[in-house]
């Protein structure tokens, strides 16, 4: 692949590739991604230094240092589409050469880890208690824009999964890195994590329109397939482990559950949850990553 145009990669004035508006300097190696611009702060205040801190639209980034490592932290918003963004803009910042417009001979990958907010789909996670996606299950369709294969295990799961649930469309899976999942077990449930285009719909919830899947937290609940199960859902773990994958990147995603879709319970304070979320890797990172 030759020199990639000026529609294709946008850079700003600054250099800066456009969306998040970051320079390859300006970013560290392991990427904290959250969708709220404000949880960005939570994070950094815990930072020793901070050395970067750059916002352009609903894209929040701080880059600092804690515990002698380097860390950024940034802002995705909400949902699939602009994790589509994130995760090609994080990767041209390491792999493609700004000035001349090239991808790199040689690769790099970034640790990318959501720390985030979810909904259980199973009893026992409850309020408060904490997720790690052993795999994204996408119903968004992003990674359908891209070329990707799947092995026998995903087909197998897709396909009873698509049995099961009544999916219209063509969900994908992918796994996390387990490099950095194996970081996780104590004090986190693990298991699937599906990945939903809307927050409403898409995600069975009803207020003045009739959805056409009215089943679908309870199929989502009862999914097994061998030892896997599906324990909560949102908006951008699929997407993330997805992109991630195809670019050579190492992702993960942990997140504290505010609602229990089963049981129909909402968290008392998320944002208490949030914060234990929030030192609880900061802690992992500092000691094991």
């Known amino acids: 692949m030759g020199r990639i145009a000026e529609s294709e990669l946008i850079l700003n004035n600054r250099g800066a590739v456009y969306h998040l508006d970051l320079r390859p300097e300006e970013m560290a190696g392991t990427v904290i991604t959250v969708g709220d611009p404000d949880r960005v702060k939570e994070f950094s205040k815990y930072f020793d230094t901070i050395e970067v801190q750059r916002q352009h639209r609903e894209f929040v980034t701080h880059t600092g240092t804690i515990g002698g490592k380097r860390l950024s932290v940034l802002s995705s918003g909400i949902g699939p589409d602009n994790i589509d963004i994130v995760m090609n803009e994080l990767d041209a910042l390491v792999n493609i050469d700004f000035e001349t417009r090239s991808i790199k001979s040689k690769l790099h990958s970034l640790n990318i880890i959501r720390v985030g907010t979810s909904g259980s789909l199973q009893a026992d996670i409850g309020v408060d208690e904490f997720v790690a996606s052993t795999h994204g299950l996408g119903i968004d369709n992003l990674l359908n824009f891209y070329l990707h294969e799947k092995n026998d295990e995903e087909a197998q799961l897709l396909q009873s999964f698509i049995t099961h649930a009544q999916i219209k469309g063509e969900p994908y899976i992918t796994g996390a890195a387990s490099s950095l999942l194996k970081h996780f077990a104590q004090g986190f449930h693990q298991g699937i994590t599906v990945t939903c285009p809307g927050f409403y719909g898409p995600q069975g919830r009803v207020l003045r329109l009739g ?47 505010v609602a229990n879709r089963v049981k129909k319970e909402f968290s008392k304070d998320g944002k208490a949850a949030v914060e234990k979320l929030i030192q609880k890797f900061l802690a992992i990172f500092v000691a094991e990553i």
């Open 211 to 257: 959805i056409s899947n009215p089943n679908l937290i309870n199929r989502l609940t009862d999914f097994s397939f061998g030892h896997y199960r599906i324990t909560n859902f949102e908006m951008e773990t699929s997407a993330i482990y997805g992109l991630g994958k195809l670019l050579g990147h190492h992702c993960l995603a942990l997140n504290a559950i």
